[in-house]
């Protein structure tokens, strides 16, 4: 048997959602790149590395599971990478499509409510106390994802990588989805965007959209404006993955943090308005972030259990 065929006795669910995401788009890009990408070889290279890179840590893990740095590493690794995936997509998204697809997704709201809940929430609420109050709703989702995961990891390593499978699988599908479908997200009606413009119909619905002055006092505006412009990616509003991820993080609570629960999903429901009120996304980026979560937390736990749940755990 081959060293890899080896190997492969060794992955779990994660590996290979993980795997497969790095050579699915390393395909994506070799057939698709077009004039668009214009370093695709090395971001092609990049992505074979990176596999290489996994099956070897994966190996390593299995001949010397004591190792406190290779076990820390094989727990890990998934959210080392997310922020990477996360702001390529950036790069990938005009692969298939010229520009942005704003306009299907604010016609949509605009057919559903008669109006752009996305522009209209802030404008009619526009108090520091208000906008603060969902601006730190909005915020949580980092704390949400960094403090489950701790107290997970803490409470038992098991239930800690079972958390990161399904976190992974839910950011994977976001991630190519916005590959496919870019959305950028209500600030189009407000800033210019390279390479997109909307509709003249759509732009005379709000022609001079600003943030009101008491929204920017606020100290949590002022935090997340400075992210948006650090990390964002152009085009990663459809389904939200704050909204998806979420999900994911009220549904581990619930299941292994039974004194959070129900607060929990009380700032997951203030995190999913938040995302309107604050002009992050449209209310259909959010209907397709609970959709997504709904949809693939029951797929990723039968694939979890299926290819097994999880490496031998991190030494305590």
Known sequence: MTRVGVGLKHYL???????????????LVLLFHGGTIPHWPLLIGAHLAGVLLLHWLILATARSPQRAALAFLRHFYPILLYAGFYREVGELNQMFVTGMLDHHVIRFDQWLFGFQPSLDLMDRFPSTWVSEVFYVSYFSYYVMIAGVGLALFLQDRRQFFHFV????????????TYIFYPVIGPRVFYSEVLNYALPADLQALYPAVTFPTSVQAGLFYQIMDMVYATFEPSGAAFPSSHVAVAI?????????????????????VMLSISTVYCRYHYVADVLAGALTAVVLIPIAERLYRRYGESPTPAPN
């Open 248 to 268: 994911v993080t009220a549904t581990f609570s619930w299941r292994y943090l039974p004194r959070i629960r129900v607060l929990h999903w009380v700032v997951v």
């Open 165 to 176: 499978s399904v976190v992974s699988l839910v950011f994977y599908c976001c991630y190519l």
């Open 13 to 27: 669910f994660v590996d290979y959602a993980t795997q497969g995401y790095l050579l699915l788009v390393a395909v």
